[in-house]
Nanobody, 122 residues
Framework: QVQLVESGGGLVQPGGSLTLSCVAS????????MSWWRQAPGKQRELVAG???????NYADAVKGRFTISRDNAKNTVYLQMNSLKPEDTAVYYC????????????????WGQGTQVTVSS
């Protein structure tokens, strides 16, 4: 059984910073891509940033230059450093990971965390 648990959300003033963390635990043989998504009230869920095992990254245009995704493969953890936060960054942030539970598993499965609330407000 695989579980993703996010932490680090909260209330922050505009211009402030937060760092989100997401730890994958359980039966894990290997992890491929890891990503952060977000969903604001009344809006569709959107991809914020992603990273591959090799360290390649991609970002949504709205967060380029402000957010940084990174991962610690030894700890099965992905991070999202968020700087210069804006009210429009307010959303529930979710991490996802493509995980192969065992060596005998055929392929990777996508898992989602439960989400962590980020609120940017003065």
């Amino acid at each position: 059984q695989v579980q993703l648990v996010e932490s680090g959300g909260g209330l922050v003033q505009p211009g402030g910073s937060l760092t989100l963390s997401c730890v994958a635990s359980g039966t894990i043989s290997s992890i491929n891509n890891m990503s952060w998504w977000r969903q604001a009230p009344g809006k569709q869920r959107e991809l914020v940033a992603g990273t591959t095992t090799g360290g390649s990254t991609n970002y949504a245009d709205a967060v380029k230059g402000r957010f940084t995704i990174s991962r610690d493969n030894a700890k099965n953890t992905v991070y999202l450093q968020m700087n210069s936060l804006k009210p429009e960054d307010t959303a529930v942030y979710y991490c996802t990971a493509k995980i192969k539970p065992t060596r005998d598993t055929n392929g990777y499965f996508e898992y989602w965390g439960q989400g962590t609330q980020v609120t940017v407000s003065s």
